[in-house]
């Protein structure tokens, strides 16, 4: 099986949605993982504000990296987001999944979305981890 630390890199990898998001991963370790990203100019909505599905993308990519990370295929099978801020072009947002709650095959997870250290999303979703494990 590969090392929990890796598996979100190599998830990153076979990703084209989060590549073209511009995601990078800055921490990982099991149960955990913070993504970072600069909303673009092509992200905005008729408000020029950054388009509710890049906050929760960002999120969602956060949880799916680090449920994930339990060394199982893990997909999400409920999620939701609530938006605080409104975001701008160039603004860097970071998601970090700071809960993690493991039960049997179904976990949960709380995602803060933070422009610097303000909070701007809370996202909560549950996963449903499988028997097939991750490989090199």
Known sequence: MIK????????????????WL??????VEKGRCKVGMT??????NSMNKAHGGIS???ADTAFGFSANTHGKYAVSIETS????EALEEGDYLTAEATVDITKTKVGFNIVEVKREND???????????????WEE
């Open 22 to 27: 511009g995601i990078e991963i800055i921490e």
């Open 81 to 84: 987001i609530n938006h605080i």
């Open 119 to 133: 909070i701007v999303a809370l996202f909560k979703g549950v996963v449903y981890r499988t028997s097939k494990d």
């Open 4 to 19: 929990s630390e890796r598996i979100p890199h190599k998830m990153l990898s076979q990703d084209a949605f989060s590549q």
């Open 39 to 44: 909303i673009r100019k092509e992200m905005l």
């Open 56 to 58: 929760y993308s960002l």
